[in-house]
C-alpha cells in the first residue's frame, strides 16, 4: 500500500535586505573613483598622442576592474528603489526608469571595454603602434557613448524616478526638485569632461543616504 508523504515545506516571503540600500552608495564611491582615474589617466586634449595609453595603463586597468562591481551595485540599487515603491509602483513611469537604467549601464559598459580593449591590445603586443586616427576615433567613440548618451539615459532615470516621488509623496520635496534640476542638466548640456559624469553617482549616493535613513526612521517607529 502506498503512502503519500505531504512536504511540510515552509515558504515565506522574500523581504529585502536592509543593508542592501548600501549598493547605492557603493555604486555612488566605485563609479566615481572609477571615473576619476579615467580623468587622470586619459589627457583631456582629444588629439594627445598614444603615449597616454602606456603612462596611464595601471590608473585605467584599476578602474576597469572596479567598473562591473559598479554596475553589480547600481542593479541592487535599482531593485531598492523598486521594493521602496512597492505597490505605489506605476507600469508606466516604471518600465522608462528601468529601462533608461539598464541603457545607461550597458552603454558605460560599451565605454570602458572600448579603453579595455586599447590598454589589453597594448599589453599583448608592446611593440604595436597606434595610428592616431585609431585613437581619435575610440576616444570619440566613448565618450559619445558615456558623456551623451549614457548620461541622457541617466536624466531620464532621474526625471522618471522624480514623477513617481512626486506623485505618491514618498520622498521630500526638496529632494525631488534636486532631482528634477540635476535630470534637466544632464539632458540638455553637451559636455566631454568626465567630470560631468560625477553628477549621477553623486545623486545616487544621496538618495541612497535618504533610503537609510527612512528605514533606519521607520525601524525605531
Not at 148 to 165: D, P, Q
Amino acid at each position: 500500500m502506498m503512502k503519500t508523504v505531504e512536504s511540510d515545506s515552509v515558504y515565506r516571503r522574500l523581504a529585502t535586505p536592509r543593508a542592501a540600500a548600501i549598493a547605492g552608495i557603493l555604486f555612488g564611491v566605485l563609479f566615481s573613483v572609477s571615473l576619476i582615474l579615467l580623468r587622470i589617466a586619459i589627457p583631456a586634449n582629444p588629439f594627445s598622442g598614444p603615449e597616454w595609453i602606456e603612462q596611464g595603463a595601471h590608473q585605467i586597468t584599476f578602474a576597469l576592474e572596479l567598473m562591473p562591481f559598479a554596475g553589480i551595485a547600481f542593479l541592487w540599487f535599482i531593485g531598492v528603489v523598486r521594493d521602496r515603491l512597492g505597490h505605489f509602483e506605476d507600469q508606466l513611469f516604471s518600465t522608462v526608469f528601468f529601462g533608461s537604467g539598464l541603457l545607461f549601464l550597458a552603454m558605460v559598459f560599451v565605454s570602458m571595454a572600448i579603453a579595455g580593449g586599447l590598454i589589453a591590445g597594448s599589453q599583448l603586443n608592446p611593440q604595436i603602434i597606434y595610428d592616431n586616427q585609431v585613437i581619435y576615433f575610440s576616444r570619440a567613440i566613448m565618450f559619445q557613448l558615456s558623456n551623451v548618451y549614457a548620461l541622457r539615459m541617466a536624466g531620464v532615470f532621474m526625471l522618471s524616478l522624480a514623477t513617481i516621488w512626486l506623485r505618491t509623496g514618498l520622498f521630500s520635496r526638496w529632494l525631488i526638485i534636486l532631482t528634477y534640476l540635476l535630470a534637466v542638466a544632464l539632458l540638455i548640456i553637451i559636455n566631454f569632461n568626465l567630470w560631468m559624469a560625477l553628477i549621477f553617482p553623486a545623486w545616487v549616493f544621496v538618495i541612497s543616504i535618504a533610503i537609510l535613513v527612512l528605514r533606519l526612521k521607520q525601524s525605531s517607529a
